[in-house]
Every structure is written in C-alpha cells, then in structure tokens.
C-alpha cells in the first residue's frame, strides 16, 4: 500500500484520541453499525480530501465500514494530525497522504495521489480537489460519479464552476446542511478558534480588544466565544443585514480601518482576499496579534506584511512569527495565516463534528443512489438527511421533545380559524 504520512511509530497515539473522538460521535458511530451490515458504498473507489484529525479518521472507518475503498488526503498543509495519519495508515490500512507543515508542491502531489485512485466519488473540503481534477486530471472525469463538499469556501467555488458550466459532476453541499453549518460553523469554529489563539499565545483574552471580521456563521461563533471570555469585541461586515445583526447582538461594528488601530487581536473568517491588508497593518498598534480562521491564509495580506517588514520574520513561538516595522511595531501572525483553530489546536470538538461527518456519509450514499438522476450542479443536502440527523443527535444526548398533537396539526394546515 502507498501512503505518505510523517511516522508510523506515532500510531498509538493516533488511534488512542481517534477512539476518544469516538466517545463524542454517536451519531456517526450508528451510521457505522448500519454501514458495516448493509455496505452501501461497497467496491466504490473515494478519494477524500479533509482536514486529517481525529474526527475525519471517524468519518474514515465509517466510509471503510460501508465498503468504501478510500484514499485520504490533507485539505490544508497544516492542519494534519500526524499520529492521526499513522494510526490509519497502520491499524485500518486506509492509504493517508498527509504531512503536517508540507510544502505546496507536497500538497498538490498528494492530491494526485489522490487522483490516481481514479475515484467514483470525491469528498472535497475547499474544493482544491475537484479544482485540481477539472483543470488538470480530466482523465479521471470518465470514473467520477459524483461527490460532497465540507465547507463554505468549496461550496462558492463549486458553485461558481457550475454556474461558468465547467463542473462536470454533481456534487452536494454538506456545508448547506443545517445540521452542519448552524453547528459546526459556529459552535465548532467558535471555540476551536478560541483555543487555537490561546494555544498559540497563551494570552488572556478577557479585558482585550478582539477585532472580528465577519458576522456569519463561522464568525458569528467567535464573537459569541470572545465576548464570554470577557474581550471586548468589534466586529467588521460588508453585508448590511450581518452588519444590523451584530449590532442588535451588542457588538461595536465599525469598518477595518477604524478597528486596526483599536485591536489586540485579530481574527478573520470570511472566505475573502486581503480582508487584513497593507493599510491596516500600517495603524496597528505593536504587539497585535492576526489570525485566521477562514479556508484560506489569502484573508491576510501577509506578502504585504512580509514587505513592511524590516527582516525575516522571526519565529516566537511554535505558531507565531512575529514581523517588526520599520517604526518598531510588532505584528504576530498566528499559523501562517492558517486556520488557526486546526493548525494551532485539534479542530473541532468532536461531538459537533459528529454532525458534520454524518451528514457527509449519508450524502455519499444518497449520492451513489441518486447520481443517474442528478445534474452537473451544487446539490443542497437532502432534508430528510439533515432531520434524521437532528432526531439522533437529540436521542444521543437524552433530549426528548414534544410531538404535534392530531389537532396543532389541523390547527397548522388550516386557514379558516383566525382572530
Ligand atoms: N476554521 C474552520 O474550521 C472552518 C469551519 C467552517 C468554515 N470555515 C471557513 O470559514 C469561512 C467563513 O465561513 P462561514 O460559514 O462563516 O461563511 P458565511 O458566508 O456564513 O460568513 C462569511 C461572512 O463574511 C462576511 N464578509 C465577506 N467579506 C468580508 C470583508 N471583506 N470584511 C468583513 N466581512 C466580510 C460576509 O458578509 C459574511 O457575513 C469560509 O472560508 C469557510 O470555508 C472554516
């Protein structure tokens, strides 16, 4: 079996917090029990690309489960779990191609590897992947028969390929479920975030100013994190409808220019270019700290920073470099400009991640059954799928909830009876 993964010796480790995420994924825990008996992906080739932690080792063994002959690759250069990556390779010989701290070209040779698996199914977290195959690897169009795509910054380029005609499969939006998005994007995002900036620091975070960019799901997750911890928190938006929510929500929200010089720390997750750029950079006090928690490091405009500098950054600690200006500011960037949530902590917790994953085992499978009937478009994921999740998620944690009577369903079907 080919694999790429940093050391074998670090599998023990990997399988001990893969079986601890375990304890926290019940939901995807019962798909795997059905999966092992029905084995609805049996003798389907998948080529996954995700963030490689705990929780993804899960959705893994669940995809093997059903029968899956998987290949897994890294969706960010930094976000790998090493011992995660062994553990598989070693105890569930799923072939893993993933380094923590890869360069871009290791990255890309891992897709593909990834690739050269020719899959029936992609599952794609940024969409890096399905880009990668459309612009380089069309040979391998012929065999795909669909796929699914984790977040929101995939699900916009996917969605732009489709609307350009240049997506040659249907995919679905796992990102679109609210199942995933209502939970992951904002409670998993919110705290890993949170533990991603202290980890890196190990500043205290109550009495700071923290500058958040964006109010939506992701973001909207931090402010809520940030503003427990005791920071005083500002927010920035272009949407005005986000902008109104955060306000009515308590939030100073003013343009990035007028937070820059306001800021202690910095954390952005908008899926946008340069949302941090040169001339912010310019009124930052010394000492700020930058991070992101968006898909990619582009909504930092750190080659600006690079060329304020004065000299090479210098590394401070594990995940912060810290750049000097010419007037003797300091700016600290955390993880590269990475997610700070996967490169500098473990990602999301995995109980919500628990969600997220079982939406995307249940979307391949969906996607297998219904692929022949499906366009070459971005798919919502279905809502039965998103329901039944919620029902076991509910039933895992103990929650019961009531059920319409016969008559509050009359009553919510009628339009007779009014004032
Ligand atoms: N760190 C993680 O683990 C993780 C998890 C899920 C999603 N993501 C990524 O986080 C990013 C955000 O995802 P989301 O689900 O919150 O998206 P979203 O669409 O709900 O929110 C993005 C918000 O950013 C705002 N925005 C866009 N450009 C801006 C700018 N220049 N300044 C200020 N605000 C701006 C938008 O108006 C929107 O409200 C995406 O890249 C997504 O892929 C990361």
Redesign the pocket.
Known sequence: MDFHVKDLDLAPSGRLRLEWAEREMPVLRQIRERFEAEKPLKGVRMSACLHVTTETANLACTLQAGGADLVLVASNPLSTQDDVAAALVSYYEIPVYAVKGEDNETYYEHLHAALDHRPHLTMDD?ADLVSTLHKNRREVLGDVIGGTEE????VIRLRAMASQGALEYPIVAV?DALTK?LF??RY??GQ??MDGVIRATNVLIAGKTVVI???????RGIAMRAKGMGANVIV????PL?ALEAVMDGFRVMP?LDAAPLGDIFIT????IN?IDRHHFEVMKGGAIVCN????NVELNIPALAEMAVSEPRRVRPFVQEYTLPDGRRIHILAEGR?V??AAAE??PSAVMDMSFANQALSAEYMLAHADDLEQRVYAVPEEIDQAIAKLKLEAMGVTIDVLTEEQKRYLASWEEGT
């Open positions: 940024g977040t929101t910054t995939g990102n998005h992951d994007n998993g995002t890993s975030t960019a964006g109010y939506g799901w992701c973001s920035t938006e272009i949407d986000k990035m997750s908008t899926g946008d949302v928690s968006g898909h990619f997610l949530n996967l990602g999301h």
